[in-house]
C-alpha cells in the first residue's frame, strides 16, 4: 500500500511517516477515485533497512484528499526539532482528520512525538495562527543557537493578502504562530522547500494556484513566468524577504525580529500537559529566557 499527502520526517537514523490516503492512483488494489486515511505511524530503521507500522499514532491524525476536485487537500507536515527532549522531537502541525465525521484541524493543537519513548504530547498554540486552506505547505525548521530556539517555517497557498503568500513561522518552546506577510508572485503551493544552517530557504517548483487547472490538465507555466531563476526560490528566514541567490556566506540562522521581541517582553507559555512540559525542560539546549513578573 502507498500512501501520498502524508506528514513524514527523519531524525538521521529513522524516518517517521505519518497520515496520508491511498486511493486507485496510488495503489493498485484500492478499485475506486474515494480517499481511505491510511492509520498507523510508519517508521523506517536506515540501519537495519526494516519497516515498522505502528498503531499507536498519536490519536486520528490523519491527512485527506477529496478526489480529482481537489476541494480538499489538507496534508500536515512533520519537522524534527533537535533541541527538545533526550533524542530531539518531532513536530506535527497542519493537517487534518476525519474520525467518523467529525472533523479536527490541527493549526491550533500541536502534536509532539518523543521517539525516545514513543510518547504523544498535544499542545495548544497561540499567537497568528494559520487559518485552514485547501493547500499543500511545505515546513522547514531552523534551530537559533544564540536565542536557544526552534522556529517552523510555513508556506504555500495561504491566501490571506492579495497579490502574495504569508509565512507563519511557529516559535519553540513558546508554541507561538506569527505572520509575516511577504509579496511573491505568483503564489505557489506543492513546492518543495528544505532549509540550510546559515538562515536561508530553498525552494523548488511549485504550482500557481491562481492558474486555471484541473487534475488531468498539467498547469501552463508558460502563462505565468516563473520570477524563480530555474524555478529555484531563496528566502531570507532571518529577514522574512526574498534573494536573488544562495549567499554561501550567510552567518548563522537567527529568529526574526518579531520572534526575539516577543521572548524578550513575555513568560514562557503555560503547557497544556506537564508531560509536555517536562519534555521541554529536559533539553539538549535549554531556553536562556529570562521570565519576565
Not at 506528514?7 to 474515494?34: C, F, H, P, Q, R
Request: aromatic share 12%.
Amino acid at each position: 500500500m502507498r500512501t501520498t499527502i502524508g506528514a513524514s520526517a527523519a531524525d538521521g537514523s529513522k524516518a517517521y511517516s505519518l497520515g496520508g490516503v491511498v486511493y486507485n492512483w496510488t495503489t493498485e488494489k484500492v478499485k475506486t477515485i474515494d480517499q481511505h486515511n491510511a492509520p498507523g505511524l510508519l517508521i523506517f530503521d536506515f540501519a537495519n533497512q526494516t519497516l515498522t507500522n505502528s498503531t499507536d499514532d498519536g490519536g486520528y491524525f490523519a491527512s485527506i484528499w477529496n478526489g480529482p476536485d481537489q476541494t480538499l487537500s489538507l496534508a500536515g507536515g512533520m519537522v524534527f526539532a533537535p533541541p527538545f527532549g533526550t533524542q530531539g522531537a518531532f513536530i506535527v502541525i497542519g493537517g487534518q482528520s476525519n474520525n467518523s465525521g467529525e472533523v479536527k484541524h490541527y493549526w491550533d493543537n500541536i502534536t509532539v512525538l518523543d521517539p525516545s519513548t514513543g510518547s504523544w504530547y498535544s499542545q495548544e498554540a497561540t499567537g497568528a495562527v494559520p487559518s485552514t486552506d485547501d493547500r499543500v505547505n511545505c515546513f522547514v525548521g531552523a534551530q537559533d543557537d544564540e536565542l536557544e530556539t526552534f522556529d517552523i517555517f510555513v508556506y504555500g497557498g495561504f491566501k490571506d493578502i492579495p497579490g502574495g503568500d504569508t509565512y507563519y513561522v511557529l516559535s519553540l518552546p513558546s508554541f507561538r504562530w506569527f505572520a509575516s506577510d511577504v509579496v511573491s508572485m505568483p503564489r505557489r503551493r506543492s513546492m518543495t522547500c528544505t532549509a540550510t544552517s546559515n538562515g536561508q530557504m530553498i525552494m523548488v517548483g511549485g504550482l500557481d494556484p491562481d492558474q486555471p487547472s484541473t487534475i488531468n490538465d498539467p498547469q501552463n507555466w508558460q502563462a505565468s513566468n516563473d520570477p524563480w531563476t530555474q524555478g529555484i526560490g531563496v528566502f531570507d528566514m532571518t529577514k522574512l524577504q526574498y534573494k536573488n541567490k544562495y549567499d554561501a556566506s550567510a552567518v548563522a540562522y537567527a529568529s526574526p525580529d518579531v520572534v526575539q521581541r516577543y521572548y524578550q517582553s513575555n513568560t514562557l507559555v503555560i503547557f497544556a500537559i506537564f508531560e509536555c512540559l517536562l519534555l521541554i525542560l529536559t533539553a539538549a539546549v535549554k531556553p536562556r529566557i529570562t521570565a519576565k513578573s
